[in-house]
């Protein structure tokens, strides 16, 4: 590991997950921080407890702003492990200077996304510090939820599952860097930032048998695939022409060098299911975003890998994603 803290270790890829195996888990493990899911399950599996800050730039971008970012960040992670979003706190930290109209823009959007979640803010921080210290606002949220599917884990898929995307991935990643650079598209591009429980309560309505869910942020899609197929011991094979990609987002891919799989994402969610829930979760996805898919299988044959099929007849790794990627992306 590096002697300094680089860009790079925050990227949600292989740096990042370096950084938190060899300093935090280190000094910090116990049973619940262990088993690295989106929120923590504590009180006997009867609540989810997660905590997230949020440093995006710029601001503001299409579709969204750093408080709907913060709010759908966190409700989003006690979704991910089955839980309605109850209780949020919102800790800020504002340059000196900022613009009292842009804050309460900020602060009404995070209203707009509680009341979408059915939850309240009941605990907050407010630090202002000297100008240049920070870049103009960074914020921090804690949320708390209450579990309404249990036992949905990273570790619990086997070999026959399938493997769903809920909608068009790198949307988030996408529409950050154009809204960074300055870059004019002729498009409808916008980031996917949402609030996820809806969905989820859908599927749960259902009576999808959820095996395990995780939103594609830092990392996108690839981070956690690869994530699943370590803490499960499987190989997940993904049909590349499957995975859904808007036509705005491949064509900044190209301009970066990066693939969509790898781009941050605040609105589209993985999900495992058994094979014979696979078409019915699929309608009901289909119902809130008709680019949901199919894109892949749970096998053994590498196991702790995620092999990527192309529409020519080829394989490769898929491996975690490496460098700076976007910096400050959420």
């Known amino acids: 590991m590096t002697k300094t803290i680089t860009i790079a270790h925050g990227n949600g890829g292989a740096e990042n997950n370096e950084l938190i195996q060899k300093i935090f888990y280190k000094h910090f493990a116990n049973d619940i921080l262990s088993k690295s899911e989106d929120a923590a399950v504590i009180e006997d599996g009867r609540l989810a407890f997660t905590t997230d800050s949020f440093t995006v730039s710029p601001l503001f971008f299409s579709g969204g702003d750093i408080g709907k970012l913060a709010v759908c960040g966190t409700c989003n992670d006690l979704a991910m492990m089955g839980a309605k979003?109850?209780?949020?706190?919102?800790?800020?930290?504002?340059?000196?200077?900022?613009?009292?109209?842009?804050?309460?823009?900020?602060?009404?959007?995070?209203?707009?996304?509680?009341?979408?979640?059915?939850?309240?803010?009941?605990?907050?921080?407010?630090?202002?510090?000297?100008?240049?210290?920070?870049?103009?606002?960074?914020?921090?949220?804690?949320?708390?939820?209450?579990?309404?599917?249990?036992?949905?884990?990273?570790?619990?898929?086997?070999?026959?599952?399938?493997?769903?995307?809920?909608?068009?991935?790198?949307?988030?990643?996408?529409?950050?860097?154009?809204?960074?650079?300055?870059?004019?598209?002729?498009s409808s591009l916008k980031t996917d930032c949402a609030s996820l429980y809806p969905q989820v309560k859908a599927l749960m309505d259902a009576n999808i048998k959820i095996i395990a869910l995780r939103d594609a942020t830092r990392g996108g899609v690839s981070a956690v695939l690869n994530e699943w197929a370590r803490s499960s011991d499987v190989c997940i094979e993904i049909?590349?022409?499957?995975?859904?990609?808007?036509?705005?987002?491949?064509?900044?891919?190209?301009?970066?060098?990066?693939?969509?799989?790898?781009?941050?994402?605040?609105?589209?969610?993985?999900?495992?299911?058994?094979?014979?829930?696979?078409?019915?979760?699929?309608?009901?996805?289909?119902?809130?975003?008709?680019?949901?898919a199919i894109i892949g299988t749970v096998t053994a044959l590498y196991k702790g890998k995620v092999l990527l099929n192309s529409s020519w007849g080829t394989k490769r790794f898929l491996d975690l994603p490496t460098g700076e990627l976007l910096p400050r992306i959420c």
């Open 85 to 186: 979003p109850k209780y949020i706190t919102c800790s800020v930290i504002i340059e000196e200077g900022f613009s009292t109209r842009d804050l309460e823009k900020i602060v009404k959007s995070m209203k707009n996304e509680l009341e979408i979640n059915g939850a309240i803010v009941v605990s907050g921080d407010t630090k202002v510090v000297p100008r240049g210290s920070v870049d103009k606002l960074f914020i921090n949220t804690t949320g708390i939820g209450e579990i309404e599917h249990k036992n949905i884990s990273a570790s619990a898929l086997t070999e026959g599952m399938s493997i769903l995307v809920s909608r068009d991935v790198g949307t988030h990643g996408a529409t950050i860097f154009a809204a960074r650079e300055g870059i004019e598209l002729e």
């Open 239 to 292: 049909k590349e022409e499957n995975i859904p990609v808007q036509e705005e987002v491949k064509g900044i891919c190209e301009m970066l060098g990066f693939e969509a799989i790898d781009l941050a994402n605040e609105g589209t969610f993985i999900l495992a299911v058994d094979k014979e829930d696979e078409l019915h979760a699929l309608d009901v996805l289909q119902k809130t975003h008709v680019t949901s």
